[in-house]
């Protein structure tokens, strides 16, 4: 039997890695674990709660107490909490924000890392998010680190955000990844970075077909070295 590995996927915002994951989970038939999802799910039920998402003692509360998990639907991955579908719920930039504050709080790493181990535990699994190949899952079989020019990825993120029927300005959604990226990047706990063995993937300029093909050859690759 084929050997089911352990995929990491990590990149900044809009970089590509939802769609490469979820693109390449579905072509394997692995799980795929979108920790960037719970990282906004995270956010979005301390804004419901009133909490400030910057508040150690009160968010990590809350995240240790939350139970997650994710399903197929069709090509679509769901994402529910305690129960909950949040799946459109934390799609909007706003979470985004408010997921790169809470995702500073060592409280909130410190609970979703133990659930995010549980789940990749069986391997067979591409896990995405900023820290996967560094603190997440270190023994990752494959790590991937997808970037594109920031300037694309604001239009990749523009044009999601339309589709999904919002109106969002590029110079704005330009702003705002560049600082939700400053932020994840310069945090203390966990900040986002290329493991020292990932496989660096510059994603401008190329359709989600092509990234594909090109982490389906890594993962070929990396099956016949073992
Ligand atoms: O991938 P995303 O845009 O859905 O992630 C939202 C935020 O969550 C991101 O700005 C930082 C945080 N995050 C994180 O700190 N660590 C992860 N493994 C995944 C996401």
Do not use: N
């Amino acid at each position: 039997m084929t050997r089911r590995l352990t995929i990491a996927i990590d990149g900044p915002a809009a970089s590509g890695k939802g769609t490469a994951a979820r693109m390449l989970a579905q072509k394997l038939d692995y799980a795929y674990i979108d920790t960037g999802a719970m990282y906004r799910a995270v956010g979005l039920l301390a804004r419901q709660s009133g909490l400030d998402c910057f508040d150690g003692g009160a968010v990590g509360a809350l995240a240790a107490r939350l139970r997650f998990a994710f399903h197929w639907d069709g090509d679509h991955l769901r994402i529910f909490v305690d129960g909950r579908d949040l799946t459109g719920a934390i799609r909007a930039e706003a979470a985004g924000q408010d997921a790169s504050a809470v995702a500073t709080l060592p409280a909130v790493r410190a609970a979703l890392l133990d659930q995010q181990r549980a789940l990749a535990q069986d391997g067979g699994v591409v896990m995405d998010g900023r820290d996967i190949g560094t603190v997440v899952l270190p023994q990752a079989d494959l790590k991937v680190y997808l970037d594109a020019s920031p300037r694309e990825r604001a239009r990749r993120r523009t044009d999601e955000l339309r589709r999904r029927g919002g109106s969002a300005d590029l110079d704005q959604v330009f702003s705002e990844i560049s600082a939700r990226d400053h932020q994840d990047r310069t945090r203390a706990t966990a900040p986002l970075r290329q493991a020292d063995d990932a496989i660096l993937l510059d994603t401008t300029g190329l359709p989600p077909s092509a990234v594909l093909t090109r982490l389906l050859a890594l993962v070929q690759a990396r099956l016949a070295a073992s």
